[in-house]
């Protein structure tokens, strides 16, 4: 039953010094019958996440130490996510609440369990990337910024300054840490707990802006919803962005396919330019892409 999962783990578990990454990505529907079954490494701990009740989880476990050739694992945590509280619980090893990953040269603190995402989303590695390539001297506004992970890329890349905008003061609590963990100047970092649907004043006021990211919840309750109020984001954009800045806006639901932005662009502004989409991790392979996360690129004016 679980033999694709038992030969992910063997072929990522027989390296040495494994990176933080998705082991398996049963959500993509690529095999048949482990939809539910996700399976995250954030050394040393090992993530399964079940998006319905998982039979045989030892099985799991068994398969996960016996592919640890060079015992990297020390915890092993179960995430019940069709609960509505995503519990967890330790199912083997070590009890590890809080851990430091490290990608691409750069830092961040995970929390494997304890919150319902563990604070980096392993599909957006190329984004991280690209940020630490492209951003030395740019200033850079980071939308719905959840942990500052893209922050984090843009300042390790260089950037002058990195605005950070989320309703979540844990959140951007925790991105703090995050550049703090990296040795980054706090004063090109500036943090807004804000619901930016409410006022622009503070965003606006350290633009105009080089690259702007724009990376919104599909439906955030009393907050954000994707098909209702991403109009209102890209209306925003010609106040925000100095000429020839990059835009970056993902989308995250099954029901707004590719489309759905660089549409919204062209009628709201078209002077902005579509030039693509950014890929996501290798190991995010899914059979419906229309469906999984969209990472599309636009360029202002100028």
Sequence with gaps: MY???????QENFEQNGLKTKRVFHGRGHLYEGLEHINIDWYPPVLLISGYKEIE????????????????QITSIVYQQR????????W????????TI??????KFEIQPGVRQNAGLFLDMRPLRAWLKERSHGKNVLNLFAYTCSLSVAALGGGARQVVSVDMSKPSIKWGERNHELNGHDKRAVRSIPHNILKSWGRIEKYGPYDVVIIDPPTRQVGSF??????TKLIKRLSRLCNPGADIIATLNSPYLGTDHLPHLMQRYQSGFRFLGDFPVSPEFKDKYPERALKIHHFKSPG
Excluded: H, M, Q
């Design 3 to 9: 033999s694709p999962i038992i030969r992910f783990l």
């Design 225 to 230: 919803d994707a098909e209702r109020d991403y």
């Design 82 to 89: 069709s609960s509505r509280e995503a519990p967890s619980r």
């Design 56 to 71: 045989a989880l030892n099985d799991l476990v068994e398969a996960a130490k016996t592919a640890d050739k060079f015992e």
């Design 91 to 98: 199912i083997w090893g070590e009890e590890i609440s809080k």
């Design 101 to 106: 990953v490290e990608e691409n040269g750069l």
